[in-house]
């Protein structure tokens, strides 16, 4: 159980105010950290896919995903750490963790503490920050929630919306 309660951050949670599809990100990241995300999905036994546009693949080495040709397919990796939350992992390099989860499979606080779990443990094996913020932050300048490396948990990074 996460330490935040849904009735105070739901507002973080509303499609209409923070899109459908937040942008969660891990910073200073490298092939090795990649690699060590591709580890944990497995060691985890999350449910997993992996694909270069509409071909589904076994999983690469994190380097040769990040490798690939400008001209390539786009590859994605697509976890669920339960049947019905989809995290969406993004390729865009080798030196930010970048994915997406649907705000409609987060509603509740039994699935506020699914998404903090998934969070933490990524956090955790990375030992780097794991913050969410709003859809299309692309400046990354307004997170609202996120792994705390020091404080070993999710924290709230602003003041709770009101939705």
Same mark, same amino acid.
């Given at each position: !159980? @996460?330490?935040?309660?849904?009735?105070?951050?739901?507002?973080?949670?509303?499609?209409?105010? !923070?899109?459908? $599809?937040?942008?969660?990100?891990?910073?200073?990241? +490298?092939?090795?950290?990649? #690699?060590?995300?591709?580890?944990?999905?497995?060691?985890?036994?999350?449910? +997993?896919?992996?694909?270069?546009?509409?071909?589904?693949?076994?999983?690469?080495?994190?380097? #040769?995903?990040?490798?690939?040709?400008?001209?390539?397919? +786009?590859?994605?990796?697509?976890?669920?750490?339960?049947?019905?939350?989809?995290? %969406?992992?993004?390729? $865009? @390099?080798?030196?930010? %963790?970048?994915?997406?989860?649907?705000?409609?499979?987060?509603?509740?606080?039994?699935?506020?503490?699914?998404?903090?779990?998934? %969070?933490?443990?990524?956090? /955790?094996?990375? /030992?780097?920050?794991?913050?969410?913020?709003?859809?299309?932050?692309?400046?990354?300048? +307004?997170?609202?929630?996120?792994?705390?490396?020091?404080?070993?948990?999710?924290?709230? $990074?602003?003041?709770?919306?009101?939705?």
């Amino acid at each position: !159980m @996460s330490e935040l309660v849904w009735d105070e951050v739901k507002g973080f949670f509303d499609p209409d105010l !923070m899109g459908t $599809l937040p942008d969660v990100w891990v910073t200073d990241t +490298s092939f090795e950290d990649w #690699q060590m995300l591709f580890d944990l999905v497995e060691a985890h036994g999350w449910r +997993s896919e992996y694909r270069e546009g509409d071909v589904v693949m076994p999983l690469p080495r994190a380097e #040769q995903v990040l490798s690939l040709p400008v001209d390539a397919e +786009s590859p994605t990796l697509r976890v669920w750490p339960v049947p019905d939350v989809l995290a %969406i992992f993004w390729f $865009l @390099s080798d030196d930010a %963790i970048e994915f997406d989860v649907d705000l409609r499979e987060l509603q509740g606080q039994e699935r506020l503490d699914i998404l903090c779990e998934f %969070i933490t443990t990524i956090g /955790r094996r990375l /030992r780097k920050p794991v913050v969410m913020s709003p859809e299309g932050d692309w400046d990354r300048n +307004s997170p609202v929630l996120g792994f705390d490396v020091e404080a070993d948990r999710v924290v709230l $990074l602003a003041q709770p919306w009101v939705g």
